[in-house]
């Protein structure tokens, strides 16, 4: 028998980044929106933990205890007493170290698949304090739709989305580690007063209103500047795609991939041409959102 659960990826509308807490986390004001860009993570019965992947970017996926899946099998098992003996197959479509929260969509994945699998009984509030454990995105990645994230972003309370709204995210070639995107962050803003981080008024009317040239005007990530400075191509990318006639063009959390919004769907798809022809990223891939979160296929 074998439980699959499709997880959603990630983008932030707003990343409001304050000051480097004393335990090396920023305090944030994340307002997390899932697009439909999804893997797939398939558990089943096995002699021993073991995990697989499939899909283009499967080799820069570690397939060790350190993979975000292995880690929450483990501690799900760890909590009810359980043998963790399952293999675990991600189907892999979202962005690796791009940004999009890949690793903890996996981690939300496994999860809920080992819950289910193993029949837990576990609350839905064990399994988001689990999710709080592997990482700050991952109870984000179990939940989806849209969510404002507080304190290192893992503390959610769910935002209200009012329509559609169409993207393109262009990929690009290798990846960016978020915890040097947030000391390059540290860097950029040292003796400077890093305000406290605030949700946006005018961005989660936006969201709620399902009016894109409103969340175009209201979308914002503090770290852009820091993933900019570290990869100073990322703006040819996000040139190109504002050139095509996108309406906003932003870094996706700690980059290097790149958002596009667009219009609508006929925008989106010109915007994604565009950024192909430019040559200024590795692939453009378009998707609406928001999407729900891990669901049981
Ligand atoms: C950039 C974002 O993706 C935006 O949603 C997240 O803030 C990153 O979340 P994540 O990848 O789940 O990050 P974690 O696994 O919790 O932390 C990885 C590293 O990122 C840095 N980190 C992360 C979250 C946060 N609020 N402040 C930080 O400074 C820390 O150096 C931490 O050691
Ligand atoms: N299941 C996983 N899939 C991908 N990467 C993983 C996984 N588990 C652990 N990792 C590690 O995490 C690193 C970051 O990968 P991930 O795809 O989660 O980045 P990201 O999308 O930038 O994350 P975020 O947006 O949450 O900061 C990878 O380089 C890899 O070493």
Not at 53 to 73: E, F, K, M, W
Not at 209 to 218: F, H, N, P, S
Request: with cysteine; proline share 6%.
């Amino acid at each position: 028998m074998s439980v699959t659960v499709r997880v959603p990826a990630k983008v932030n509308v707003q990343l409001a980044v304050g000051a480097a807490r004393p335990d090396g986390f920023h305090g944030l004001a994340n307002v997390f929106l899932a697009v439909g860009l999804y893997d797939e993570v398939t558990v089943t019965p096995a002699d021993e933990l073991r995990i697989t992947c499939s899909g283009p970017d499967a080799a820069q996926v570690p397939l060790d205890a350190t993979n975000l899946a292995a880690r929450a099998a483990i501690a799900l098992a760890g909590r009810h007493g359980i043998d963790p003996r399952v293999h675990i197959h991600i189907a892999k479509d979202i962005p690796v170290a791009g940004g999009m929260a890949g690793g903890s969509a996996d981690g939300a994945g496994a999860l809920l698949a080992c819950d289910a699998l193993w029949s837990t009984g576990a609350t839905r509030d064990e399994l988001l304090a689990i999710c709080a454990e592997l990482g700050s995105d991952v109870p984000f990645s179990l939940v989806g739709g849209a969510a404002l994230g507080v304190g290192r972003g893992e503390q959610l309370t769910p935002v209200e989305v009012g329509g559609t709204f169409h993207w393109v995210f262009a990929v690009a070639d290798g990846g960016l580690s978020t915890p040097a995107v947030y000391r390059e962050f540290d860097r950029l803003t040292a003796g400077t007063r890093v305000p406290e981080p605030a949700a946006s008024g005018a961005l989660l009317d936006a969201l709620r209103t399902g009016d894109t040239a409103a969340l175009a005007a209201a979308l914002s990530n503090g770290l852009q500047p820091a993933a900019l400075s570290l990869r100073p191509s990322l703006a040819d990318t996000l040139a190109a795609g504002t050139t095509a006639g996108a309406a906003a063009a932003l870094v996706s959390g700690s980059g290097p991939t790149t958002a596009f919004l667009a219009e609508d769907g006929a925008a989106a798809r010109k915007v994604a041409d565009a950024l192909m022809a430019s040559g200024t990223c590795r692939d453009a891939r378009i998707a609406t959102s928001p999407a729900p979160g891990a669901s049981l296929c």
